[in-house]
C-alpha cells in the first residue's frame, strides 16, 4: 500500500521501500546521501498545519528545534482558522534564530481535504506572506504527517506506529479514519487503513449524535473510533474539544449498557453511525422519563459507555496488529490517544512492550510530521528521537519579564534557584497555590511544569479549590508531577510517564495521603521529571518533598477554563491578577498577590 505526498501538482510516489522515491519521479533521497553536496544549501524546513489547532515546526539540521501552536498567541482556544498560522510560523522563524530566506522546504497539512487539490493555491499564499518564490512546499496527507510526528519523536529503531482521530483527509470521497503504519529504521509505511463515510450534518450538531434526528441513511456509515468517542462527548453535553471531560466523567460510574464487539482482524472492523446511540435511545424510550432529563441523570453512565465502547475496539485493535505484524513497540498519534486511560488500558491489557505518545497527539502535533516530512523530501531522512521533546515553545528573558512586571505596576523579588525552590516549597506546602512560568513551553494541551498551576496534593478540599479558582466543573481531576525515580513508588505504571499521557492507579497507601492527586477511580495522570532533564523541577520536589515526605505535587494547565495555556508573561499575569492564584513565579521572579482589580486581557 502507498502514500503519498504532493509537490504542487507532482505526483511523488512512495515506493515499496519508504522514503526513497521510485523511478517516476524527478529525484531521489538516498539512504547513503553525500551529505557533502547539500553542505551549501539551507538544511531547514517549517511545517505549517491549517484548521483547528493551527501552528507550526521547524527542523533544522535534521533536528526538531521548535514548535508553536497558534491559539497560544492569538489566545482563541483551539485556534480554528482556515488562514495560516501566521503568528506561530513567524515565532518558530524566531525560536530558530532563522529568517524565511534560510528555508529549504516547507511542509503543508490541512483536514477534509484532498491535500494535492489545494496545494497550488495555499503555496501561493505561503510564498507571498515569506517573500520565498522559488521554495519547494510539500502537501503531507493528514494521518502520514501523524505517523511522521509520532514515529520520529521515538527512541524505537522498528515499531508499528497507530493512527486514530477524529477524521483525516479525503481519499475516494471517505475520510481517513484509522491507518497503520510500519517503522523500520528510517523507513516509514503505510500498511492499512480504514476509512469513514461523511455524515450529512457536522459532528456537533443533534443529527450526528442524537439517534431521533439521525436520517436512517446515515445510520448505518461507517464511522472512526474518534468521532464515536466525540458522539457520546456532545450528547452528554459537552462541546468540541471536550472529549477530556467524557473520560473524567466515565470514571464516576457503571456503563449505562456493555457494547458487545464483534471480533475482528486488523482495522476490517465495522462501527456505525447508530452504534451505541440505539441502546441509548432504547432504555430512554423504557424510562418513561422526557429525553433531556434521561441525558441529564445518566451522563455519568453515558460517559462511562462510550468510554467502555472506545476501550473495547480499540485493545482488540491493537491485539490483532500486534499478532499480525509481530512487533511490539508501539507510536501512537491523534487525538483518540490523548485519552490517558486508554493508553494506560493498551500498556496493562494488550503486549505492547513499550509506548510512544506524542505530547502534541492531536493537530497541534501536523505541524511537527509536516516538518520533519519536508525535511525529508528535499533533503536526508531527520534524526529520530524523543531528545526534542516536550519543551519546543518559547522562553523569555528577564527584561521581557521585567517590563510585563512593571507595565501592571507589580512588587517582584528576584531570588536564586535554590532559595526559590525553598521559598515555594513552603508556600505550597503552606495551602497557596502558584503559578508557574519557566523556559520554553511545552508541546500539547497537557501542562509540563513550563506553563502550570502548582499545589499541594495532601490536601482534601485542594480539587473543589482549583476547579472553582479554574472555573472548571467539580468533577474534573488534577494530575501529579513526581521525580522520575519515585513514580513507581506511588504509581501502578508500566513505564516511564514523562508526558502525563498515562492515567494509572495511585497505589492504594497513598490514595488517602495524597487525595488531590487521585481521581474517583483511584488513578492519577502521571507526568514524570528527571533530575537531568528538568533539574529546576526537580529540584522544586525534592524540597517539597523536605517539607512534607512526598515528591509529588499538583500539576495542572496555567489558564482558566476556555482559555490556551498561558505563553507570555503578560498573559500569565492577567490570569493570576483574575484568579484565586496566591503566587506567580516567573523564571525567577518571584510576586506575591496583592487586592487589585480585575484587568483586562487587552491591557
Known amino acids: ?44 524546513s517549517l511545517g505549517i ?55 529549504g522546504s516547507i511542509g503543508l497539512s490541512y483536514t477534509n481535504v484532498v491535500i494535492a487539490d489545494i496545494i497550488d493555491q495555499l503555496s501561493d499564499e505561503i510564498r507571498e506572506f515569506l517573500n520565498l518564490p522559488d521554495v519547494p512546499i510539500y502537501g503531507i496527507g493528514h494521518h502520514d504527517c501523524h505517523a511522521w510526528s509520532a514515529y520520529y519523536t521515538s527512541d524505537f529503531n522498528n515499531a508499528l506506529i497507530l493512527v486514530a482521530d477524529g477524521a483525516g483527509d479525503i481519499i475516494d470521497n471517505k475520510l481517513e479514519s484509522e491507518s497503520l503504519y510500519v517503522g523500520k529504521k528510517n523507513h516509514l509505511k503505510l500498511v492499512e487503513r480504514r476509512l469513514q463515510d461523511f455524515g450529512n450534518s457536522r459532528i456537533d450538531r443533534r443529527n450526528s449524535f442524537n439517534l431521533t434526528y439521525m436520517s436512517e441513511v446515515d445510520r448505518v456509515k461507517q464511522i472512526s473510533l474518534g468521532r464515536k468517542y466525540e458522539q457520546f462527548t456532545y450528547l452528554i453535553g459537552f462541546g468540541h474539544g471536550h472529549a477530556g471531560k467524557t473520560m473524567a466523567l466515565a470514571s464516576y460510574a457503571d456503563p449505562l449498557f456493555k457494547k458487545s464487539v464483534e471480533p475482528f482482524n486488523g482495522l476490517d472492523f465495522s462501527l456505525t453511525f447508530d452504534d451505541g446511540l440505539v441502546e441509548i435511545d432504547k432504555l430512554w424510550r423504557k424510562s418513561g ?21 472506545l476501550e473495547a475496539y480499540a485493545l482488540q485493535l491493537v491485539k490483532k496488529i500486534l499478532l499480525r505484524r509481530q512487533n511490539k513497540n508501539l507510536c501512537a498519534a491523534g ?31 501536523q505541524c511537527v510530521g509536516a516538518a520533519l516530512a519536508a525535511f525529508a ?37 528576584y531570588l536564586k534557584d535554590e532559595t526559590l525552590t525553598k521559598q515555594l516549597a513552603r508556600d505550597i506546602a503552606g495551602g497557596l497555590v502558584i503559578g ?36 472548571r466543573e467539580l468533577f474534573r481531576p488534577f494530575a501529579p508531577v513526581v521525580v522520575s525515580e519515585a513514580q513507581f513508588t506511588y504509581f501502578d505504571l508500566a513505564q516511564d510517564s514523562p508526558y502525563m499521557l498515562l492515567a494509572a492507579e495511585v497505589r492504594p497507601e497513598y490514595r488517602k495521603k495524597l487525595p488531590g492527586i487521585t481521581h474517583i477511580d483511584s ?81
Open 1 to 44: 500500500m502507498e502514500f503519498y505526498i504532493w509537490k504542487l501538482k507532482l505526483f511523488t510516489c512512495w515506493s515499496s521501500v519508504p522514503l526513497t522515491l521510485c523511478k517516476c519521479c524527478e529525484t531521489t533521497v538516498q539512504d547513503d546521501i553525500d551529505n557533502s553536496e547539500l553542505s551549501m544549501l539551507p538544511r531547514i
Open 49 to 103: 498545519h491549517i484548521g483547528h489547532d493551527r501552528g507550526a515546526a521547524l527542523v533544522r539540521e535534521g533536528e526538531l528545534v521548535a514548535q508553536m501552536s497558534e491559539e497560544r498567541l492569538d489566545r482563541i482556544k483551539h485556534s480554528n482558522s482556515p488562514k495560516l498560522p501566521y503568528k506561530s510560523i513567524r515565532a518558530v522563524l524566531k525560536i530558530a534564530g532563522t529568517t524565511p530566506d534560510r528555508l
Open 289 to 309: 422519563e422526557p429525553w433531556h432529563r434521561f441525558i441529564h441523570h445518566n451522563s455519568q453512565q453515558i460517559a462511562a459507555a462510550g468510554q467502555y465502547m
Open 335 to 365: 487525538g483518540l490517544f490523548l485519552n490517558c486511560q486508554l493508553n494506560q488500558r493498551i500498556l496493562k491489557d494488550t503486549k505492547v512492550s513499550k509506548l510512544h505518545v506524542i505530547p502534541s497527539a492531536g493537530d497541534d502535533g
Open 377 to 413: 523530501q528535499e533533503y536526508v531522512f531527520p534524526n529520530r528521537n524523543s531528545s526534542a521533546l516536550p519543551y519546543l515553545g518559547k522562553s523569555y528573558s528577564d527584561r521581557e519579564i521585567e517590563k510585563s512586571i512593571n507595565h501592571f505596576k507589580l512588587r517582584a523579588k
Open 436 to 471: 508557574f512560568l519557566r523556559g520554553r513551553s511545552e508541546i500539547g494541551p497537557r501542562a509540563l511544569c513550563h506553563r502550570s498551576i502548582l499545589a499541594d496534593p495532601r490536601r482534601k478540599n485542594i480539587t473543589k479549590k482549583l476547579n472553582l479558582l479554574k472555573r
Open 523 to 603: 488513578t492519577a495522570r502521571v507526568q514524570s521529571v528527571a533530575k537531568n532533564a528538568e533539574p529546576f523541577v526537580y529540584g522544586l520536589l525534592k524540597a517539597f518533598e523536605s517539607e512534607t515526605g512526598f515528591p509529588v505535587l499538583i500539576n495542572t494547565s496555567f489558564n482558566i477554563a476556555g482559555d490556551p495555556m498561558v505563553e507570555a508573561p503578560h498573559d500569565a499575569i492577567v490570569t493570576f491578577l483574575n484568579s484565586e492564584i496566591d503566587i506567580l513565579v516567573m523564571e525567577n521572579y518571584y510576586i506575591k498577590k496583592r487586592k487589585r482589580p480585575a484587568v483586562k486581557k487587552s491591557e
